[in-house]
């Protein structure tokens, strides 16, 4: 076991380590360039440009530039935003809160619902509901994000006036029920980024689960067919469903950015954008270096996870 | 990625089919999977419309007429109401789709190519340069894609091209996943054993002999990456940094259609429907591909 939690973390970081590359090769060769912001201000010129490129190390070989902060980073220290000298790891620590509440409230609704519908779709394969559910994931899939956001917020907060329509809170209302009320709409609209295929997947998973030797044995033997549901196949079936849950949070990251501008949700998706269009490169760096972790860790929490959960593995 | 736990492309796809499916013959398995064929019919509706609606219309897609803004639709001369500008919604729309299906299928085509070359070539070969490349597509897929769509689309100036290369840049992994996985297995089989025993270059062996054999998958992949490049088109154009206006896209039409989301919601709710369609077309034409190409593929034996 400790060598293959070993094998997996070294796995992890040398993905990390080309993340880091890739990212920071994408935003430096890229035109344009942090300074592009600063060339925009009035009675800027050539010289003072220069000796800010100079001065935030820009004009050095990219290489020397990636390991300096390769380097920082290594140390704890993710770098200043341009923006306004702040810790970049502070600024993402400020919006990771908001966006992990919308994740993890949807995730706890699309396993809940998603499990539901798939085990049903299982149990009652080619029904009316089974076909239903089928097209409805289908549709889900195909659904872009911020548009079902616009829908939702027509429909509950413009048409029946029930929801507000974006924000976190009202201001000047600290209470529970203002903020609950504020992540219905967000929280919804993200669900249906995973709900359905976490529905199909998990819907596969029971079939396959369903069809074996120790099910049917379990039926024959006289159990009730809801304790066969239940205590066989569900614990079964929900096994590889551990995985799935690793590999949907870059899906779930990219929807909570998407939501969060929908929603005006103060999280690390709002953050992200503002930093881009600011050209915020030491933020972009981090949001990007700090969603590939997350994704990482997920996998690899996953991974262990199933070992952990399914005693019939044996790690060589 | 990992040694014990199946990833997402060992588990049984989720995909529809009769019960019998196994036992007919592609074209009529294919014809039988009634969603698909309602696809494939929403998707030649959707390019015969674009393509030739605008001329039809009386209304120009830029034609600005002050006097009959926000008109709602299904009522007075615009069938599908008019913007804020007082332009024809319906026409934009269709030559917004002219865009965004050309995008669709050229960030298809591009992202195909490119995970087809990598996936060849690292399926093939294998040893280092199949580890260094396969990794390197892990690396990629650890970013969320609309986060690495932005970050480019944010940095380049938009326009057409620039999106269509970004958009293939965050979709071809899936595609190189696919046929690195097939060429491995495919180059010990028999037949390409005996192709290299007597003699035949590298390449002819990888594009002769191994590649018509994957074309399954590949086509499956393609087609649900049209799908694919029309949401993430979408996305940059909503978030401002895709297709720039006055150039109508599907995307950047709800990019202020937010605002006039309580005044004049059906400029909300038809590009967003548009596109729901289309995206959803694909899928379901590429899901019944799939059955209908790789019955191996099929859950439901």
């Known amino acids: 076991m400790t060598r293959y939690v070993l094998h997996r973390l070294g796995q992890s970081l040398v993905l990390l380590v080309l993340v880091s590359m890739i990212g920071f090769g994408l935003l430096h060769l890229t035109p344009g360039g942090p300074l592009s912001q600063f060339a925009l201000t009035p009675g800027m010129s050539a010289a003072t440009l220069a000796r800010l490129s100079h001065q935030m190390g820009l004009d050095r070989p990219l290489p020397i530039q990636y390991a300096e902060w390769a380097g920082h980073l290594l140390r704890g220290d993710w770098g200043r935003s341009y923006r306004d000298q702040q810790p970049v790891l502070a600024i993402i620590v400020s919006h990771l809160w908001a966006t992990l509440e919308l994740m993890v409230s949807s995730t706890l609704l699309a396993i809940i619902f998603g499990t539901w519908v798939g085990v049903l779709g299982a149990i009652r394969r080619y029904s009316l509901a089974d076909y239903l559910a089928t097209i409805g994931a289908m549709v889900g899939l195909s659904i872009p994000t911020f548009w079902f956001g616009l829908v939702m917020i027509y429909l509950f907060s413009v048409w029946l006036g029930w929801l507000p329509s974006g924000d976190m809170y009202t201001n000047g209302d600290a209470s529970l029920l203002d903020y609950a009320r504020h992540l219905v709409l967000p929280c919804l609209v993200l669900t249906l980024v995973t709900i359905a295929t976490w529905s199909r997947y998990m819907r596969a998973s029971m079939l396959d689960v369903i069809s074996q030797d120790y099910i049917r044995t379990a039926r024959a033997k006289g159990l009730r067919p809801r304790a066969v549901l239940i205590h066989h196949a569900l614990r079964n079936a929900l096994l590889p469903m551990i995985t799935v849950a690793g590999l949907q949070l870059p899906t779930l990251l990219g929807g909570a950015l998407v939501t969060e501008t929908v929603f005006t949700w103060p999280g690390m998706g709002r953050l992200f954008l503002d930093s881009i269009s600011y050209r915020d490169y030491p933020v972009v760096m981090g949001l990007l270096m700090f969603s590939a972790l997350l994704v990482l860790l997920g996998n690899l929490v996953a991974d262990l996870l199933y070992v952990v959960a399914d005693p019939r593995i044996r790690l060589a | 990625m990992s040694a014990v736990a199946p990833s997402a492309a060992e588990l049984p796809p989720p995909v529809l089919a009769a019960p019998s499916a196994a036992r007919r013959p592609a074209l009529r398995r294919f014809m039988r999977h009634r969603l698909a064929m309602f696809g494939l019919v929403a998707i030649i509706v959707l390019v ?42 319906l026409v934009r729309l269709l030559l917004a789709g002219r865009i965004s299906l050309t995008v669709g299928f050229a960030a298809m085509g591009l992202s195909t190519a490119v995970g087809v070359v990598i996936g060849l070539v690292a399926g093939f070969y294998g040893g280092w340069v199949g580890t260094a490349l396969m990794r390197f597509v892990d690396a990629v897929l650890s970013f969320p894609a609309i986060f690495l769509l932005l970050t480019l689309a944010a940095l380049v100036s938009p326009g057409v091209l620039t999106i269509t290369l970004i958009v293939a840049l965050t979709a071809w992994m899936e595609v190189a996943r696919v046929v690195e996985g097939q060429v491995r297995s495919l180059r010990e089989r028999d037949f390409a054993i005996a192709a290299e025993a007597i003699g035949v270059s590298d390449a002819h062996l990888m594009l002769r002999e191994l590649l018509p054999n994957i074309m399954a998958p590949i086509v499956v992949a393609a087609t649900l990456n049209v799908a694919r490049a029309i949401l993430l088109e979408s996305y940059a154009s909503y978030l401002g940094y895709g297709i720039q206006p006055p150039t109508p896209s599907w995307g950047n039409m709800l990019n202020n259609a937010q605002e006039y989301l309580t005044s004049a919601p059906w400029l909300a709710i038809f590009p967003g429907a548009v596109i729901t369609l289309a995206v959803t077309g694909f899928n379901f034409l590429g899901d019944g591909l799939r059955d209908a190409l790789d019955p191996r593929l099929d859950v439901h034996r």
């Not at chain 2, 001329?55 to 830029?62: A, C, F, I, R, T």
């Not at chain 2, 007075?76 to 913007?83: A, C, T």
């Open chain 2, 48 to 89: 015969v419309a674009c393509a030739l609606g605008p001329y039809l219309s009386p209304y120009g897609p830029l034609t600005i007429d002050l006097r009959h803004r926000f008109q709602p639709p299904f009522e007075g001369r615009h069938w599908l109401g008019s913007d804020q500008l007082g332009r024809d919604l």
